[in-house]
């Protein structure tokens, strides 16, 4: 099914356009906000949707669109008139047998759902949104048992992907932990056992006590002595004290022999919290390692896991109800036999392929192939587009400088 005629009174900018087309294809050229751009959406989108705020032109009562379709001796009029009451128009379709309806799904039904511009659709990958956007337009021709399946496995994939790159940042942070530790090889296979240091502690404690209590014998020992020498009426009473106090110094062991045992002691120690400092770092080093390496096995896992569901994914959509062979599509956007669906990677033969078979899809009665922009098609797109006219109506908009009319041609 190809457009006859197109019919615009009042709409935007134009005031009246009238060409009878029958089903050939076109350019159309002038400069701009003549309405190129207008007759385009309206074509693209002859169900009504996305229509302008304010449809009719400044200065008028009303406003209409007619737009006459058909194939194989049946044709249908779709018009839509606009009024200052009802800015979304009045919808009506009729046809040459006497059929006339506003119900919006014949229409529907009749030419399926908005045309796009293979250029314009591959022009979308610039950007994030755009490549969303691409892959809303593929997914809305699958069914929903094959949307659901495919929506099932991306929700596990993202599982496993958020997984995997937890796991990987463990594994990069106590990379940084085990890259710290001062340790040799063989001191991580020797591993050791921590040494009991608390006995030593408590001896170096107890001797300390001794030579302070010493100390003060010491000096009590001295006062008596110089206290006898003044009292000598308590002299013997401070004999007595002196011979018990001479007999405990004299089995006290000097402060230097107390020094000695202590320093041994506290160099026994220290070594032994140097080798339970080394023991523990081992420990905690093992421990770590132990860890990561439990995290990188189970992050190879969900890579792994990840693959496979890809492998899932691209299955689905190989046995789905896309009709491109080659194509589908994942969380960057989509891909065309292995390469990104981007314009500076895909050949315009593949571009119009796809957007052909979208538009078919979608679109499975009316053949027509809308293209924006065509003063800045290189020759081999034209080539390409003058070839498929054979088979499909083109329709080009092109901006033309010091064209102040519209102006419609062949496409030749």
Known sequence: MKILNI?????????????????????????????????????????????PPKPIKNGEEKASIKVVIGADGKQYEIERTFTKKSKTGYLRITSEDGMSTTQLSFLENLIGKPLIDPFEFVELSQSISGRREQVKVIRELLNDEENTAISNVEDDMKKAMDRKNELNQQIKTRQVLLNDYDL???????????????????????????????????????????????????????????ANLKKKVDKMKSQKDFRNEIDNLEEQLQKDQESNQKVEQVSLYVKLKEQQDNDTREAKKKKDRVNELQDKKAQIIKKSSIPIEGLTFNEDGLELNGIPFHQDQVATSDVMEVALKINAAQNPRLKFIPVKRGESLGQDKIDFLKELSKTHQIFVEQVERGTEKLEVRVFE
């Not at 089903?23 to 229509?51: C, P, Q, Y």
């Not at 170096?204 to 008596?224: A, M, P, S």
């Open 184 to 242: 040799s090889e063989d001191q991580i296979k020797a591993g050791g056992e921590v040494i009991p240091v608390t006995k030593k502690q408590e001896a170096i404690k107890e001797l300390k006590d001794q030579g302070n209590q010493d100390f003060q014998h010491r000096h009590i020992y001295e006062v008596q002595v110089e206290s006898r020498k003044k009292a000598e009426e308590e002299l013997k009473k401070l004999k007595e004290v002196e």
């Open 7 to 51: 019919k615009i009174t009042n709409f935007k900018a134009i005031t009246d356009f009238d060409k009878q087309l029958n089903g050939a294809s076109f350019w159309i050229a002038g400069e701009n906000s003549l309405g190129k751009s207008t007759i385009l959406d309206l074509i693209m989108n002859l169900r009504g949707k996305n229509l």
